[in-house]
């Protein structure tokens, strides 16, 4: 999908939506493990982060972990 093409409302919905759908319901999920294990329910923000930049910016990921540019483009986020 060409993210280049959405316009800032849409920008806007996509990226709550992320959050509601993806970000929220595993950071709950963890909550509750936490109780058990002890242990951070504390989610990998960076590669969601990108996502979410991808989305705001309407510039896509180079779809690789690690390190190097996570935008097209040659962009870190």
């Given at each position: 999908?060409?993210?280049?093409?959405?316009?800032?409302?849409?920008?806007?919905?996509?990226?709550?939506?992320?959050?509601?759908?993806?970000?929220?319901?595993?950071?709950?999920?963890?909550?509750?493990w936490n109780?058990?294990?002890?242990?951070?329910?504390?989610?990998?923000?960076?590669?969601?982060?990108?996502h979410l930049?991808?989305?705001?910016?309407g510039i896509?990921?180079?779809?690789?972990?690690?390190?190097?540019?996570?935008?097209?483009?040659?962009?870190?986020?």
């Amino acid at each position: 999908m060409d993210l280049s093409h959405l316009n800032k409302k849409n920008k806007e919905i996509l990226a709550k939506k992320f959050i509601e759908e993806v970000i929220l319901p595993q950071w709950k999920q963890l909550g509750s493990w936490n109780k058990l294990t002890s242990q951070t329910s504390q989610l990998d923000f960076g590669y969601l982060s990108q996502h979410l930049v991808s989305l705001l910016s309407g510039i896509e990921g180079n779809n690789q972990r690690g390190k190097g540019d996570d935008l097209k483009g040659g962009s870190e986020v």
